[in-house]
């Protein structure tokens, strides 16, 4: 299992800083050996892929993605041109996330459709693939566009990665993408729900074994301030309330909401945590470090603990 780095808003930096401290976390995260540094396409914040190809201009190895990208944002001949130009930008490095999002972001906050979100992924992906596969034409007629247009941007590889909670998305990403990549799902949710699913899908369909990027909150701490410390992430970046797809994903393990699939306390309690999503099925595991304390400061000193200690784990899980 290849341990990575996944990050987010952080609206404690002010408005200025926000970009250069988000490149300045991507190059400590490749000094430090993680292997990949993801970021999601967050309402009102950075712009993600925008953020990643600056970011593959000013590091070397490891692997650059977004987790992830809504797919109702960009009409998918402009997201495989942004895709390759960032790819281009990050020499080879860059994995695409993409995903349906939530109504509550898609309805509520964009005015758009959320109607049958699968048989869009489906749709978008009979767009995206040809275009992402290398100069040419790409002719598409399908129930949601119709593109008759070429693309010469080039000839990199591009990994596509689906965010996928339920079945039809899960068949989705084992037998058009290279995996999936999951947020708020636990080591039950993961080795019972969605480990079958994608890897039977990809097997009948031919493809490699899929990937699963599983981003898991991180958070170095005494053992009596575990509970504090998952209630803290729950309430930071949870709202499981807000998004049918997330509830109907806590059914199929044994979470409630974000918190409990932290990885939380001393340093044996987070690698034992690691070693149960590994024995589940996960190969790639995004930490997404959650600060802890009351003070700025704190919550600084908190982080770097906890991203040293995490990145002191690397090698060790990249063996296993």
Same mark, same amino acid.
């Given at each position: 299992?290849? %341990?990575?780095?996944?990050?987010?808003?952080?609206? @404690?930096?002010?408005? #200025?800083?926000?970009?250069?401290?988000?490149?300045?976390?991507?190059?400590? #995260?490749?000094?430090?050996?993680?292997?990949?540094?993801?970021?999601?396409?967050?309402?009102?914040?950075?712009?993600?892929?925008?953020?990643? &190809?600056?970011?593959?201009?000013?590091?070397?190895?490891?692997?650059?993605? !977004?987790?992830? /990208?809504?797919?109702?944002?960009?009409?998918?001949?402009?997201?495989?041109?942004?895709?390759?130009?960032?790819?281009?930008?990050? $020499? $080879?490095?860059?994995?695409?996330?993409?995903?349906?999002?939530?109504?509550?972001?898609?309805?509520?906050?964009?005015?758009?459709?959320?109607?049958?979100?699968?048989?869009?992924?489906?749709?978008?992906?009979?767009?995206?693939?040809? &275009?992402?596969?290398?100069?040419?034409? %790409?002719?598409?007629?399908?129930?949601?566009?119709?593109?008759?247009?070429? %693309?010469?941007?080039?000839?990199?590889?591009?990994?596509?990665?689906? #965010?996928?909670?339920?079945?039809?998305?899960?068949?989705?990403? =084992?037998?058009?993408? =290279? $995996? !999936? %990549?999951?947020?708020?799902?636990?080591?039950?949710? /993961?080795?019972?729900?969605?480990?079958?699913?994608?890897?039977?899908?990809?097997?009948? #369909?031919?493809?490699?074994?899929?990937?699963?990027?599983?981003?898991?909150? /991180?958070?170095?701490?005494?053992?009596? @301030?575990?509970?504090?410390?998952?209630?803290?992430?729950?309430?930071?970046?949870?709202?499981? @309330?807000?998004?049918?797809?997330?509830?109907?994903?806590?059914?199929?393990?044994?979470?409630?909401?974000?918190?409990?699939?932290? *990885?939380?306390?001393?340093?044996?309690?987070? *690698?034992?945590?690691?070693?149960?999503?590994?024995?589940?099925?996960?190969?790639?595991?995004?930490?997404?470090?959650?600060?802890?304390?009351?003070?700025?400061?704190?919550?600084?000193?908190?982080?770097?603990?906890?991203?040293?200690? /995490?990145?002191?784990?690397?090698?060790?899980?990249?063996? $296993?």
């Amino acid at each position: 299992m290849r %341990i990575g780095l996944m990050v987010g808003s952080d609206r @404690e930096r002010s408005r #200025a800083d926000r970009l250069t401290g988000l490149l300045d976390d991507g190059r400590t #995260a490749e000094q430090q050996g993680f292997a990949s540094f993801w970021f999601p396409q967050v309402p009102g914040y950075l712009d993600a892929m925008t953020a990643m &190809a600056l970011l593959g201009q000013v590091t070397a190895r490891i692997e650059i993605g !977004t987790a992830v /990208v809504p797919i109702q944002t960009r009409h998918p001949l402009i997201m495989a041109q942004q895709t390759a130009t960032t790819q281009v930008a990050c $020499g $080879g490095r860059f994995t695409l996330g993409i995903g349906a999002s939530h109504d509550w972001i898609v309805s509520g906050q964009l005015g758009l459709p959320y109607d049958r979100p699968a048989r869009l992924v489906r749709d978008y992906l009979n767009v995206l693939q040809p &275009a992402l596969a290398g100069p040419g034409p %790409i002719e598409v007629d399908n129930d949601s566009f119709h593109v008759h247009a070429a %693309i010469d941007v080039t000839d990199h590889h591009v990994p596509v990665l689906l #965010a996928a909670l339920g079945p039809a998305m899960l068949r989705l990403a =084992g037998e058009r993408a =290279g $995996g !999936t %990549i999951l947020w708020m799902a636990d080591e039950r949710a /993961v080795e019972s729900h969605i480990a079958p699913r994608l890897t039977a899908a990809a097997t009948a #369909a031919g493809r490699p074994e899929p990937r699963i990027v599983a981003g898991v909150p /991180v958070a170095l701490c005494a053992p009596g @301030e575990v509970d504090a410390a998952r209630a803290h992430a729950s309430a930071v970046l949870g709202h499981a @309330e807000l998004s049918p797809n997330y509830l109907r994903l806590l059914e199929h393990g044994d979470a409630d909401d974000v918190g409990d699939t932290m *990885a939380a306390g001393d340093e044996a309690a987070v *690698a034992a945590r690691f070693r149960r999503y590994r024995e589940a099925g996960v190969t790639d595991l995004a930490a997404r470090v959650i600060p802890l304390g009351d003070e700025p400061a704190a919550r600084q000193q908190s982080r770097k603990r906890t991203q040293r200690f /995490v990145a002191s784990l690397c090698a060790e899980f990249t063996r $296993g």
